[in-house]
């Protein structure tokens, strides 16, 4: 692991600094240097793959797009959370710059154009490589898509200093692309097994697939041609092999178990710390706690930061619960005297050292609960609850709560799905986009959910900042801003 990490950085590094070089110098453009010398031999592609990733694992781990706009999270004593989750969103305040996933994109479509030509030893690796670089260049425009909605596409590699400067696409056809990307990935994986949890694979394809159907058939007027996609690719996940743990405190905690399709890697002093870290209490924030020793502290701030607490909305979604074993790995009440004080996450506990506790936990992209409740959220959609059911007791069993014996209707059941999604997947980086996508499907009300949306008119989506805009004449700002 540490020698993938290693080559990451080094391909990071080669890029940055030819970038640095450009004006200095009178060289070849980056990508043209990329393309025809750094690509000899067949041994230097995976090497480049590899690399590619570091940039998915940061998207992976942006909590601010996936988790601060929700109503999960409440301000803790040592405040971390931004404006963005008092959804102080403005043409010029909280805006995406997305440099970073075109950069992204174009490394993908520089590897995409080079391997093609190129003549392999072994076939099986180069169909694997170019299915792993297809599923990053989807995973990178489905995050786009769910951010930003429309956006410019970008097929081809930059050979020359002329960037095309592209209008935004619609999200409909950025979402085929997706779709194409997948598609074909799943055709070239050599195996449908797990060779290595950390990077795209058949199921990790076939979950990202079931993710952007529902997406499209909810946000984007996919209809019900895209709900049974998305079961269908949910259904294939389920051949891949992975299984649900029997503890639910180990999904989060045990590193590239039954359960994860997909996880971005993190390892003490390595890659530093993932967002969890936001809501690791420190010591002097918990100090003469009387359940102390039950609270994941960290000794310093420079490990947990004390910045986020769960909220009493997410809390009360396991009210009437009292079997729930998700809870103890969800939330804990630190408790002064007989004084209920701070409502500390759990969820990503990191791991207790010798000098402190590290926030160095796995991001889980995909995991198997997360599968179930898509597929009973894309058969509820179709009006088919006992299909819904089925699959929402599966997850439901394993928490300890048995099975749903609510009402039966579509309207009752979707609401059930999404609050379950809110007990199940709490803190996972998911419960924005869930709420936009049941917002559009017509389950809830984003705009009286969410509270600190209640009373306001900011677009679920994200304006685009004023330095790209200014780059791109082409560019409209997103509607709404």
């Known amino acids: 692991m540490k020698k993938i990490f290693i ?18 110098l009178d060289v070849t453009p980056q990508s043209q240097i990329t393309g025809q010398v750094y690509f000899k031999n067949e041994s230097d592609f995976e090497p480049y793959v590899i690399g590619t990733y570091t940039s998915i ?16 999270l409440i301000q803790g004593p040592n405040s971390r959370l931004s404006t963005v989750w008092a959804q102080q969103l403005t043409p010029t305040v909280n805006t995406l710059n997305y440099n970073g996933q075109y950069k ?13 030509p190129f003549a392999f030893s072994n076939a099986a690796l180069k169909n694997r490589l170019k299915a792993e670089t297809l599923c990053q260049r989807a995973y990178t425009y489905f995050f786009l898509v769910r951010v930003i909605g ?3 596409l970008m097929l081809d590699p930059i050979t020359d200093d002329n960037v095309p400067l592209l209008p935004r696409a619609k999200a409909t056809d950025v979402l085929k692309q997706i779709f194409t990307d997948l598609d074909l990935a799943i055709s ?11 990077r795209f694979s058949y199921g990790a394809a076939q979950a990202l697939k079931a993710e952007a159907k529902l997406w499209s058939a909810k946000v984007n007027g996919g209809g019900d041609a895209a709900l049974n996609d998305a079961i269908a690719a949910a259904q294939a996940v389920e051949t891949t092999g992975v299984s649900l743990l029997s503890n639910f ?4 905690t045990t590193r590239a178990n039954a359960e994860v399709i997909m996880a971005a890697y993190y390892q003490r002093d390595e890659t530093g710390s993932n967002y969890g870290v936001n809501a690791l209490p420190f010591l002097a924030t918990v100090q003469g706690a009387a359940n102390l020793d039950s609270i994941p502290y960290c000794l310093t701030s420079t490990y947990g930061q004390s910045g986020y607490e769960i909220s009493l909305k997410s809390r009360q979604l396991f009210s009437g619960l009292t079997s729930d074993k998700r ?19 759990t969820k990503l506990p990191g791991n207790k050292y010798t000098d402190d506790r590290v926030s160095d936990n796995d991001i889980i992209m995909w995991r198997l609960a997360d599968v179930y409740l898509m597929e009973a959220e894309a058969y509820a959609a179709l009006n088919n609850t006992t299909q819904a059911i089925s699959y929402l007791n599966k997850v439901r069993v394993r928490a300890g709560n048995g099975n749903y014996t609510g009402a039966t209707d579509k309207a009752s059941v979707e609401l059930e799905i999404f609050k379950e999604r809110g007990r199940e997947m709490f803190y996972e980086n998911k419960r924005w986009y869930d709420i936009v996508r049941f917002h559009f499907g017509g389950t809830i009300n984003a705009y009286t959910y969410v509270p600190n949306l209640v009373g306001k008119t900011t677009p679920l989506f994200w304006p685009l900042s004023a330095t790209v805009l200014a780059a791109n004449p082409n560019l409209v700002q997103t509607p709404g801003y």
């Open 57 to 72: 694992r940061a998207f992976a781990n942006s909590i601010t797009y996936g988790e601060e706009r929700s109503e999960e």
């Open 7 to 24: 080559a990451a950085s080094l391909v990071a590094l080669m890029l940055t600094g030819l970038t640095s070089c450009k004006k200095l």
């Open 188 to 198: 070239l994986f050599p195996e449908k097994t797990y060779v290595n949890k950390y």
């Open 150 to 152: 429309d956006t410019p």
């Open 104 to 116: 992204a994109i174009g490394a993908c479509n520089l590897l995409l154009a080079q391997i093609e």
């Open 327 to 345: 809870v103890p790995f969800t939330f804990i009440i630190e408790r002064q005297g007989t004084v209920q004080k701070n409502f500390w996450v």
């Open 249 to 252: 405190g180990a999904i989060t």
